[in-house]
């Protein structure tokens, strides 16, 4: 059984390269069949796993291991092509690795690739989709740009958690923080300062509106943003997405909420609603900034969300 290995060069700021050398030496002593696969300038991630899963209904399964994080995993959600014939397995890598955090990928690198070896623990996940009706750029002008559809993982957030993944994307911090394996305190470091001049938002979402909204997440997994709970009964095996929204909350009550968070225990806290649908279409007053797994690319005010027509299969899963 051949398993393709995709390996992302600045995963967790180059921890990917380094978790893959140690990987490998651990695939050899296994005997396990395998090719890796490294991006290139013209040759990206998104590109190697579609002509990696572009086969027909008929053919034999196609198994991915991804050597890197939540948004090298995202990139390669976006690129398969026939879903029914690929397989997907993950080292964790990155800086936030939320997706592995929800499913319990964790253990020796030895202990990982035989999960992921198992086939017979390969489980089949939810996926939502993201389909941005208006693209704006980083100065908030209007892009003449069809739809924008994204895939994701774990979960797409409008507003000021899509903002502090764009502040860390230009910041030097957070490469020199994950080099050292402590790119949370990153997240912390510009979450806080962010917090002061960010400007809220109104928000209608289906029949409901929001006012003074922080930010707004639409969940397939119990975690985003490096390890928060926003919705912590999120599961990728209900057929439904969960919702937090965050509105008229003052600087001492997120304070107070983010360490809560972290453990899901903010539900129920005045300023916080929690939902569950198949899909949501949300409206903003004014374009604000939408994260996908971490990955940011446009400003949005009209975007709709649904659980995606296609599952994910993932090897590696704890067996029921």
Same mark, same amino acid.
């Given at each position: 059984?051949?398993?393709?290995?995709?390996?992302?060069?600045?995963?967790?700021?180059?921890?990917? !390269?380094?978790?893959?050398?140690?990987?490998?030496?651990?695939?050899?002593?296994?005997?396990?069949?395998?090719?890796?696969?490294?991006?290139?300038?013209?040759?990206?991630?998104?590109?190697?796993?579609?002509?990696?899963?572009?086969?027909?209904?008929?053919?034999?399964?196609?198994?991915?291991?991804?050597?890197?994080?939540?948004?090298?995993?995202?990139?390669?959600?976006?690129?398969?092509?026939?879903? $029914?014939?690929?397989?997907?397995?993950?080292?964790?890598?990155? $800086?936030?690795?939320?997706?592995?955090?929800?499913?319990?990928?964790?253990?020796?690198?030895?202990?990982?690739?035989?999960? !992921?070896?198992?086939?017979?623990?390969?489980?089949?996940?939810?996926?939502?989709?993201?389909?941005?009706?208006?693209?704006?750029?980083?100065?908030?002008?209007?892009?003449?740009?069809?739809?924008? $559809?994204?895939?994701?993982?774990?979960?797409?957030?409008?507003?000021?958690?899509?903002?502090?993944?764009?502040?860390?994307?230009?910041?030097?911090?957070?490469?020199?923080?994950?080099?050292?394996?402590?790119?949370?305190?990153?997240?912390?470091?510009?979450?806080?300062?962010?917090?002061?001049?960010?400007?809220?938002?109104?928000?209608?979402?289906?029949?409901?509106?929001?006012?003074?909204?922080?930010?707004?997440?639409?969940?397939?997994?119990?975690?985003?943003?490096?390890?928060?709970?926003?919705?912590?009964?999120?599961?990728?095996?209900?057929?439904?997405?969960?919702?937090?929204?965050?509105?008229?909350?003052?600087?001492?009550?997120?304070?107070?909420?983010?360490?809560?968070?972290?453990?899901?225990?903010?539900?129920?806290?005045?300023?916080?609603?929690?939902?569950?649908?198949?899909?949501?279409?949300?409206?903003?007053?004014?374009?604000?900034?939408?994260?996908?797994?971490?990955?940011?690319?446009?400003?949005?005010?009209?975007?709709?969300?649904?659980?995606?027509?296609?599952?994910?299969?993932?090897?590696?899963?704890?067996?029921?």
């Amino acid at each position: 059984m051949l398993f393709h290995v995709i390996v992302n060069p600045s995963g967790g700021s180059g921890h990917a !390269i380094r978790v893959w050398r140690s990987v490998e030496r651990v695939a050899r002593e296994r005997g396990m069949e395998y090719s890796v696969h490294f991006p290139t300038d013209t040759y990206l991630i998104r590109d190697i796993v579609h002509d990696l899963t572009n086969v027909p209904d008929s053919a034999d399964m196609v198994y991915l291991v991804i050597i890197g994080g939540d948004g090298t995993l995202n990139v390669v959600l976006n690129g398969i092509v026939n879903f $029914s014939r690929t397989a997907v397995g993950l080292i964790p890598a990155g $800086s936030g690795n939320d997706f592995a955090h929800s499913r319990g990928l964790a253990g020796s690198y030895g202990d990982m690739l035989a999960r !992921i070896s198992d086939v017979s623990r390969m489980q089949a996940l939810d996926v939502g989709c993201a389909v941005l009706h208006t693209c704006f750029d980083d100065l908030g002008h209007h892009l003449d740009i069809p739809e924008k $559809s994204v895939l994701f993982n774990n979960a797409v957030g409008l507003g000021f958690d899509a903002q502090v993944c764009v502040t860390i994307q230009h910041s030097k911090l957070h490469e020199r923080l994950a080099k050292v394996g402590l790119a949370k305190l990153a997240y912390v470091g510009t979450a806080l300062p962010l917090l002061r001049r960010f400007q809220n938002f109104s928000l209608q979402m289906g029949d409901a509106r929001y006012e003074d909204v922080l930010f707004a997440a639409i969940m397939v997994e119990p975690y985003e943003g490096g390890g928060f709970q926003f919705c912590p009964s999120a599961s990728p095996y209900d057929g439904v997405l969960d919702s937090c929204v965050a509105h008229g909350v003052s600087l001492a009550d997120v304070a107070s909420l983010l360490p809560k968070a972290l453990k899901g225990e903010h539900v129920g806290a005045e300023g916080v609603e929690i939902e569950q649908s198949p899909s949501y279409h949300l409206r903003t007053d004014h374009p604000v900034w939408i994260q996908a797994d971490g990955e940011v690319e446009y400003r949005t005010d009209d975007v709709s969300v649904r659980v995606y027509e296609q599952k994910l299969n993932v090897l590696g899963l704890e067996k029921d």
